[in-house]
């Protein structure tokens, strides 16, 4: 497959605006108490309009929390993964979380959704107690102009918190 030099030029406009805004968050969490790891990664999934779920081939760039989460930094904004055990979950009551769009799906079946926005976290636990799954996952969507200060206080906040990856 060849492509144009205007194909070529809109790629590199593309992966300098992921680059750069991966330098400033991984610069915000750099020299903290986090151990951080960085790449470009493939197979994410995104949900269509219709609510189906489609793969994407092209590479994102994500830096790893060790130990607490995953940031992906997407065409369209930034996403936090994280996990709890079900119990912790359970018995979380998400009021520090308030005001964070995120959603929450099952670890080992993770196209079964337990919350996403528009729900109750009453709704939220009840599907987590009707699951079989050992650990949640939970998605946090994050405006495209978090900062690297702001990106190292959440990744601060689901470090108290109890969350982990």
């Known amino acids: 497959m060849k492509i144009t030099e205007q194909e070529k030029r809109r790629m590199n406009e593309i992966y300098f605006t992921l680059s750069t805004k991966q330098a400033q968050l991984f610069h915000g969490l750099y020299h903290r108490v986090f151990e951080l790891s960085t790449g470009f990664y493939n197979g994410h999934e995104h949900q269509t309009p219709d609510g189906t779920w ?85 998605c946090f969507s994050l405006p495209w102009d978090t900062d690297g200060e702001a990106m190292y206080e959440f990744a601060k906040l689901l470090r108290r918190e109890g969350f982990y990856y």
Not at 68 to 77: A, K, N, T
Not at 117 to 122: E, K, L, P, Y
């Open 54 to 138: 489609q793969m994407d081939y092209y590479p994102i760039p994500v830096i790893s929390v060790k130990g607490y989460c995953d940031v992906e930094i997407s065409l369209d904004g930034i996403s936090v993964t994280t996990k709890k055990k079900r119990k912790d979950a359970l018995a979380y009551s998400f009021e520090k979380l308030r005001g964070y769009s995120f959603e929450a799906f099952g670890v080992e079946s993770y196209l079964d959704t337990f919350y996403r926005d528009g729900m109750t976290i009453a709704e939220l636990k009840e599907n987590i107690s009707r699951s079989e799954e050992r650990e949640i996952g939970f």
